[in-house]
């Protein structure tokens, strides 16, 4: 028996009101990704990418068409199923490493920080952000602040950051837009390594 896809988006559009215009950053958008599948947006800037991550991550709504992840109509959520689902079901890299860590925590500790608001124990936290931390390469820099970390290392710790709660999907803002291009290939080459050893479902935007 066949799955449905994990993510459903059909007639998608996002509309912004400024001022007296409107601004049109969606339109008519049909997606599907499944379940497991490494998905990567290629566009120019301003063409509705990170509105569509955000509308997949459940910072922001669609104005009209249908939209379903994992079976969710993110559509209908309210205020407490999106904040579950925010937590429990999906997980953000962002393109500015400063807003992905808390500079005056270590790795580990950042890691360990979304798990803080689940039922989790603080030595199961503490072992999970571990592997994660190894997961991602970087198990022998735990006790390190993000200003002791490259840019590289930075976004590897946000990688771990963003799988604490072992979210199904792993949503990338231009995770490499910062970062040289070796480095942005091992960062990108990271997340099929998420997929492979979690089955993560991963959607990246990217110039690259």
């Not at 997961?135 to 590897?156: A, C, I, M, N, Y």
Request: charged residues 20%; negative net charge.
């Amino acid at each position: 028996m066949r799955q449905d896809p994990y993510i459903v988006c059909e007639d998608v559009f996002k509309i912004y009101k400024i001022a007296d215009l409107e601004v049109v950053a969606l339109r008519g958008l049909d997606l599907t990704v499944e379940l497991g599948e490494v998905v990567a947006i290629v566009g120019a800037s301003g063409s509705g990418k990170t509105t569509l991550l955000n509308i997949l991550a459940g910072y922001d709504a669609p104005s009209a068409g249908k939209l379903t992840v994992g079976g969710e109509d993110l559509l209908t959520m309210g205020a407490k199923d999106v904040e579950a689902y925010r937590r429990h079901s999906v997980g953000f890299v962002w393109q500015q490493t400063s807003r992905n860590l808390f500079p005056y925590l270590t790795a580990l500790e950042n890691v360990a920080l979304p798990m803080m608001l689940t039922q989790i124990s603080a030595s199961v936290r503490k072992q999970r952000s571990q592997e994660l931390l190894d997961l991602v390469g970087l198990g022998h820099r735990s006790d390190h602040t993000p200003d002791k970390l490259s840019g590289g290392e930075q976004q590897r710790v946000a990688i771990g950051v963003a799988l604490a709660n072992q979210p199904p999907l792993l949503l990338a803002d231009e995770p490499t837009g910062e970062l040289d291009d070796q480095t942005a290939g091992e960062i990108l080459d990271l997340f099929g390594a998420v997929n492979r050893e979690m089955k993560t479902t991963v959607l990246i935007v990217t110039h690259d």
